[in-house]
Structure formats: C-alpha cells, structure tokens
C-alpha cells in the first residue's frame, strides 16, 4: 500500500541504522512487525494467570498415538476390496475402479 507520510528524518535514519535496513520501507515494515509482535507478546503476559489450562501431556500424548494407531488400522489393510486390485483400499464413501486398460501402469523387467 502506497502512503504518503511526514516522517522524522533523525528517527528514520537512527531506525535504519539499528535494523541494518537498506531503504526507509524497509525499516519501516521491521519497525512495524516487530512492534505488532511485542504487542501481541503483552496480549499474552496480560492473561497470566487467567486462564488455567488442566493439561496432562502424558495423556494427550497417550490419546493422539491411540488416533495415529486407529487410522492406521483403518487406513492399511482391514477394509480392503476384493473385487478390485487387492492393492486397492476402500476409503468410505468412495468406489474404487479399474482404470481402463491404456492407462493402467506397466510393469517394466530389466531382465
């Protein structure tokens, strides 16, 4: 966004200078960036102790490797098609079928 401002120029240079910026937008846009940062870091500090969280990260842990296992299980092997390529597996809601024979993949033998 083009925007015209009256800017100090003893402030511009000194805010070049500390973030090594090559141009005044430069400066400008890390000047900017790291001012919304710090304001969201405060954002944060100022809800210390607020908020109390009653996590148990052992039993988080537990319950996402529980999750993993049971898509895994179901993703790898006990819903299969037999009626189609038994490397297909069936994913609920979807009709898995064969694709016509000129594009299907050939094997290549280098023997």
Not at 55 to 60: A, G, Q, Y
């Amino acid at each position: 966004m083009r925007t015209t401002m009256s800017l100090d120029d003893v402030l511009v240079k000194e805010l070049m200078e500390v973030t090594k910026a090559k141009t005044k937008t430069e400066a400008i846009h890390t000047a900017i960036a790291e001012f919304l940062r710090r304001k969201k870091i405060e954002g944060l500090l100022a809800l210390e102790g607020k908020i109390h969280l009653n996590l148990d990260w052992r039993e988080l842990e537990e319950q996402e490797l529980e999750a993993q296992e049971e898509h895994e299980r179901l993703w790898r092997g006990h819903h299969k098609t037999d009626a189609l390529d038994p490397h297909f597996e069936q994913v609920p809601g979807l009709t898995l079928h064969k694709p016509p024979r000129h594009l299907r993949r050939r094997s290549h033998s280098t023997s």
